[in-house]
């Protein structure tokens, strides 16, 4: 199974494409796909979804996991990446994959084995799971690659987590 795991955002959406298959994971690509903050904001969103269009064209992932957003303070920062992560969503639903999505406290425990792990334990465990050399950077496409791996520790349980 080839799974997209995305940590969503604005300013760097962070991905990671793997390939489970018999317990065993196999990393295809990861990276950002990166908006700067000086476009216009409907350029940004289109630009996100033209990337995350042409990798989904790429790869052929059958589902899409993503992390759910937390509540930022800042009210226009959270309504505009919640829009980008919106056009995250509709971009893997107009290529007909299955999306779902699961909590930062999910997805450590999945990788990690511990709900309540810093983030330089989760990355560190991406790193060795998925047989890397260094920890992807930026942040976002380590979480991006956790995203996976919780995915597919979650693949029995799947309609638990579809998003609806």
């Known amino acids: 199974m080839i799974i997209l795991g995305i940590d969503p955002g604005l300013a760097i959406v962070g991905y990671g494409v793997i390939e489970y298959l018999g317990n065993k994971y196999r990393v295809i690509d990861y990276g950002a796909i990166t908006t700067e903050s000086d476009m216009d904001f409907p350029d940004r969103l289109k630009m996100i979804y033209d990337e995350l269009s042409h990798i989904i064209d790429r790869y052929k992932p059958e589902d899409l996991a993503m992390e759910e957003l937390f509540f930022n303070k800042n009210v226009k920062t959270a309504i505009k990446v919640g829009q980008a992560r919106g056009v995250q969503i509709l ?21 990690v084995g511990y709900g309540r792990a810093e983030k330089s334990q989760v990355q560190e465990m991406v790193k060795v799971l998925l047989n890397l050399k260094e920890i992807p950077k930026p942040d976002d496409v380590a979480d991006a690659l956790a995203v996976a791996i919780c995915h597919s520790s979650s693949i029995n349980y799947k309609d638990m987590f579809r998003m609806k």
Do not use: M, S
């Not at 107009?94 to 450590?108: A, F």
């Open 91 to 111: 971009c893997a639903k107009n290529k007909g994959l299955d999306i779902y999505e699961y909590t930062p406290l999910q997805v450590k425990q999945a990788v």
